[in-house]
């Protein structure tokens, strides 16, 4: 996959095509699109490096489509060219996050000099190298995908706590590591520990340790996951299952950056990233009283919100194949899945999402005596592997109003002012559910983008 590619929206045929010519000429994969509503329809099939885009516009405006990328994609470096532009506008852009504010006629040099920085920081390592390592455990083709781990290789090198939220089976601790791989405490230790999975009365002597005789059974000392990722990073996964008792120790840590062992008078130094993740909703279990909010916000200074498989259909032959080739040779006879079995794949709805695909890929291999899998075995370890159904009102809630929102914007074919007067709600609300549910206006429009 090319990493520098980049959009350009105008409705002036004669200068897409003279910076189209002047950008490739330069190195950079050019896509065209002649208004703001085909670049959102294109963004939704594909994440570009960088968006250049004329401000004034017949229908959506420059800025308003930059506005609207950005409340989904603020990573996404956006250059504005303007032949109306003035001093105040620019500083108010800036203000906003526009990446670059050039008048015309523009310097090409100079633009292209903007353009480089922005592919830099929006897709390629801060050192030039092409490189990706850091991610090489995500296997993904979808554009939802890209332009999170685009975020995400931006906050790996920033100190700042991460919550990770997503429902079971998305690979939260697998993109916790990633952005530890990707920042300079990479060298330094990375500890998982899964909140929910270890007993109350053992957790807080996981993570902070104890001393010898601090507790009956206590028959030696026990250093900490906090000492022991001591200059790492920390995930603490599932952190809305921890009880409250041991939330208000957590937020010491945190505040104080020293820890103290159980049954010791001394505290010490602790110098540790803490990235955590949950599939619960933090805001409703702070609201019941199940979660302290002052912990909720020193955790999640950022959120990233990783998307259901189903959401990222796209990339199900991907982790498919991937996960049949990891299967080692003396286990397995296929090699590849017929047009049905994947066709079966990729129209199932996963609520386990990727460890549920996993673990029917696994099953189907260990099952298979020929080189194809087959519809038929497919089925059968679907129906094997179906989780039990989550009746609760919360999912049940969840559902019904992801449901809905996708029912407005198909009636008003993606346009997000009249879905939000249908629903009795104004834009800003509207566009903040949108984020929630992680759904874009341009996946319901009919435009097609341009080629160029």
């Not at 190298?129 to 290789?153: C, F, G, V, Y």
């Not at 049905?340 to 794949?345: F, I």
Request: aromatic content about 6%; glycine content about 6%; proline content about 5%.
């Amino acid at each position: 996959m090319n990493r520098r590619n980049v959009l350009l929206v105008d409705d002036d045929p004669d200068l897409l095509k003279l910076l189209s010519i002047r950008l490739e000429s330069a190195g950079y994969p050019v896509a065209v699109a002649t208004s703001a509503e085909q670049a959102l329809a294109a963004i939704a099939l594909a994440r570009p490096c960088a968006l250049i885009t004329d401000l004034r516009m017949n229908g959506m405006d420059g800025m308003a489509l930059f506005q609207h990328l950005h409340a989904q994609d603020p990573s996404l470096p956006v250059i504005i060219l303007t032949a109306h532009g003035t001093i105040p506008d620019a500083v108010e852009a800036t203000q906003q996050g526009v990446f670059g504010y050039l008048t015309k006629p523009f310097d090409a040099k100079e633009l292209l000099q903007l353009l480089k920085r922005a592919v830099t920081q929006s897709c390629e390592p801060v050192d030039g190298n092409q490189d990706e390592a850091w991610r090489k455990e995500i296997i993904t083709a979808s554009p939802i995908m890209n332009s999170l781990l685009s975020e995400a290789h931006l906050l790996a090198d920033s100190e700042a706590s991460i919550l990770i939220q997503g429902e079971s089976g998305t690979g939260k601790e697998i993109l916790a590591r990633a952005i530890h791989l990707a920042g300079p405490r990479c060298e330094k230790p990375f500890i998982a520990i899964n909140c929910a999975a270890i007993p109350d009365q053992l957790l807080e002597s996981e993570l902070f340790g104890h001393i010898k005789g601090a507790f009956t059974g206590a028959i030696s000392s026990h250093q900490g996951m906090f000492m022991v990722a001591n200059g790492g990073t920390l995930f603490l996964d599932e952190i809305g299952d921890m009880p409250l008792t041991l939330q208000a120790k957590l937020l010491r840590v945190l505040q104080e950056r020293e820890v103290r062992p159980i049954g010791s008078e001394r505290t010490q130094p602790v110098d540790v990233r803490v990235i955590s993740a949950t599939h619960r909703n933090l805001v409703e279990a702070f609201a019941e009283g199940e979660f302290r909010e002052d912990l909720y916000y020193r955790l999640n200074v950022v959120t990233l919100s990783l998307p259901a498989l189903r959401q990222r259909q796209e990339d199900i032959p991907l982790l498919a194949r991937h996960f049949l080739e990891g299967q080692s040779s003396a286990k397995r006879q296929a090699t590849a899945f017929t047009p049905e079995a994947m066709e079966l794949l990729i129209s199932n709805d996963w609520p386990g999402n990727v460890r549920q695909l996993q673990n029917v890929v696994e099953q189907c291999c260990v099952l298979c005596s020929t080189k194809l899998i087959s519809a038929a075995l497919v089925a059968r370890a679907l129906h094997d592997k179906e989780p039990s159904q989550d009746l609760s009102y919360a999912n049940a809630k969840q559902q019904f109003e992801r449901d809905y929102l996708i029912r407005l914007l198909k009636i008003t074919d993606g346009q997000v002012s009249e879905a939000a007067r249908l629903a009795g709600r104004n834009r800003t609300e509207f566009y903040r559910l949108l984020r929630k549910h992680q759904l874009s206006p341009a996946m319901f429009k009919t435009t097609d983008m341009t080629q160029h």
